[in-house]
């Protein structure tokens, strides 16, 4: 019988285009975005909690979120839970979790998911994760989740593929980072591309393999802590080899490079909930378009996303495309799809004060 996989799940972003209703201090992983009841993280560890145990499952994410994550995933072992001493991007992310597995089980297969993604359809997408991890096998093969477009979307990466190859497992041909509009027209209506799911399948022999090869800087970083790693030591050697690391994503410092990435493809209602835009999206709207979640009173607006405390009335006239978000101590009104503005929010509201960040 095969082995459980082991489940990284990176929870260290800050979600700054969820502003301000995701904060430095509760990012939007550790939020119930989606109003289930259980936040975005929860419902990330839920979704493999039937293929593995809870002892396989690793949690990577910043210092400062620790207590958050122990006290949202109360089943995982505190030494299970990696805390980053700085933002280093994926790569880091992945490696530091990849030497600590190896170290325990050489023979591991790892799946790595970001914390804050929906997936509507989870028996389907367990369907195509069991085929990455079959088809992972293969010696130093990288498998990623590549999703079928329904759109030309500028917001996502894209994966091109060799069609005509057989077998579940298609070997990649390039990548793309978001494209404009009309080469993510080209993209879509070639039937050669899928979007980038950020989802990836190997063994962990086959990731250090290529972090060896494509990062060997990385690879000397974390492997120096093998003696370290389940220790009471594991901490403070992190600390070092975070100091020694740049900051760079698993797809440009590997992904790109690898002659062995194959993508395994999907349809199974997913979304990086990147944006108040794309949540639009995905939520029920009244008969103009609108998303309320808040207690409002709404006249000629439509396409708007509102969102506030039921404690207070809102009242929007004459508006389209726009968020009302109203969080705390921050309001914000701007047009929906401002998400490329939420940098320069956060940066001048944080001129304003810390506690508005």
Known sequence: MQ???YIVIM??????RFWPYSRNKKPK???DILGTGRTLLQMTYDRFEGITDPDRFLIVTNKHYFDLVKEQLPDVDESHILTEPLRRNTANCIAYASYKIAQKDKDAKIIVTPADHL????????????????????ENRLITIGIRPNRPETGYGYIQYISNENGDAKKV????????IKLAKAFVESGEFVWNSGMFVWKVESIIKAFEKYMPEVAEAFEEGEEYYNTDKESEFIVKAYSQVKNISIDYGIMEKSN????ILGDFGWSDLGSWSGLH???SKDENNNVIEANALIYDSKSCFVKASPDKL???QGLENYLISDSDNVLLICELDAEKKFREFVSDAKTKGENFV
């Open 3 to 5: 082995e459980k996989p």
């Open 11 to 16: 929870a260290g972003g800050i979600g700054s």
């Open 29 to 31: 992983q550790f939020l």
């Open 119 to 138: 997936i509507l359809r989870e028996a389907n997408f367990l369907q195509k994760i069991n085929l990455a991890l079959h088809a992972s096998n293969d």
């Open 173 to 180: 041909k390039t990548f793309t980072e978001k494209p404009n």
């Open 260 to 263: 062995e990435v194959y993508v």
């Open 281 to 283: 999206e995905i939520r």
């Open 314 to 316: 809102v009242v929007v």
